[in-house]
């Protein structure tokens, strides 16, 4: 199945990830003012989990850091590589890797260490196969309702125009359903498309620097063709 390539906008952390800015080399700055954001991504169409890291000064919308020599950061114990066009550090994983280990060190020696996992979730057997614009549907997933205020459940639906891409959320605690609204649904043209659910959540930081940090898990399951109609 070919899966379009699109990237849909619900967090600020992970707007983060696809911007391009201004760099600066992490001696610059005081070790105690970075700001890190984590980020752990799976995406079930490909089967390949991606380790994400920006580093930020102040706070995560401060100017972007390279680590300076001596500066180091890994997930499980594997050094991340630097990506100059997007101003981050990754890795990627093939298959799925449910959990993991981040560890920073910065040019003072101070080691912060910070655990997370992934929350799996996919479509359940309900989801129609063509939809009609003139109505709303509840879409029903398999897994773990919507533990905390932190966390967000997403249904995008991608039609072949991609500019008529819309964004449906639900982040209401105990929700087990999306719903899609007839007036959003109606802005969508009758044609072929695809239906993606992805669960986004913040996890706890164990450790950070003064500034903070912020770590994301999002579990973006297999896609769904549907007809809009």
Same mark, same amino acid.
């Given at each position: 199945?070919?899966?379009?390539?699109?990237?849909?906008?619900?967090?600020?952390?992970?707007?983060?990830?696809?911007?391009?800015?201004?760099?600066?080399?992490?001696?610059?700055?005081?070790?105690?003012?970075?700001?890190?954001?984590?980020?752990?991504?799976?995406? =079930?169409?490909? $089967?390949?989990?991606?380790?994400?890291? %920006?580093?930020?000064? @102040? +706070?995560?919308?401060? #100017?972007? *850091?390279?680590?300076?020599?001596?500066?180091?950061?890994?997930?499980?114990?594997?050094?991340?590589?630097?990506?100059?066009?997007?101003?981050?550090?990754?890795?990627?994983?093939?298959?799925?890797?449910?959990?993991?280990?981040?560890?920073?060190?910065?040019?003072?020696?101070?080691?912060?260490?910070?655990?997370?996992?992934?929350?799996?979730?996919?479509?359940?057997?309900?989801?129609? =196969?063509?939809? $009609?614009?003139?109505?709303?549907?509840? %879409?029903?997933?398999? @897994? +773990?309702?919507?533990? #905390?205020? *932190?966390?967000?459940?997403?249904?995008?639906?991608?039609?072949?125009?991609?500019?008529?891409?819309?964004?449906?959320?639900?982040?209401?605690?105990?929700?087990?359903?999306?719903?899609?609204?007839?007036?959003?649904?109606?802005?969508?043209?009758?044609?072929?498309?695809?239906?993606?659910?992805?669960?986004?959540?913040?996890?706890?930081?164990?450790?950070?620097?003064?500034?903070?940090?912020?770590?994301?898990?999002?579990?973006?399951?297999?896609? %769904?063709?549907?007809?809009?109609?």
């Amino acid at each position: 199945m070919h899966v379009k390539q699109f990237i849909p906008i619900h967090l600020v952390v992970v707007l983060l990830l696809f911007c391009s800015c201004e760099t600066e080399e992490s001696d610059l700055v005081e070790q105690q003012q970075i700001f890190v954001a984590y980020d752990l991504f799976y995406n =079930e169409n490909e $089967d390949t989990t991606r380790a994400t890291v %920006i580093f930020t000064f @102040g +706070n995560r919308t401060g #100017t972007r *850091l390279v680590l300076s020599e001596g500066a180091t950061i890994r997930y499980d114990n594997t050094p991340m590589t630097y990506d100059n066009v997007l101003g981050l550090y990754s890795l990627e994983i093939a298959g799925y890797d449910a959990m993991g280990t981040f560890v920073y060190e910065d040019l003072e020696a101070n080691t912060f260490t910070n655990a997370v996992s992934l929350n799996p979730i996919s479509f359940d057997n309900t989801v129609p =196969e063509t939809i $009609d614009r003139s109505e709303s549907y509840e %879409i029903g997933w398999v @897994g +773990n309702t919507v533990a #905390t205020d *932190l966390e967000v459940v997403v249904v995008t639906v991608v039609p072949n125009n991609l500019g008529q891409t819309t964004i449906f959320s639900q982040n209401n605690r105990e929700a087990t359903t999306v719903l899609l609204t007839s007036d959003r649904l109606l802005e969508i043209d009758p044609q072929p498309a695809e239906l993606v659910i992805e669960r986004i959540a913040e996890q706890p930081v164990l450790e950070s620097s003064a500034a903070g940090a912020v770590i994301t898990s999002r579990y973006r399951a297999n896609v %769904i063709s549907i007809a809009i109609e």
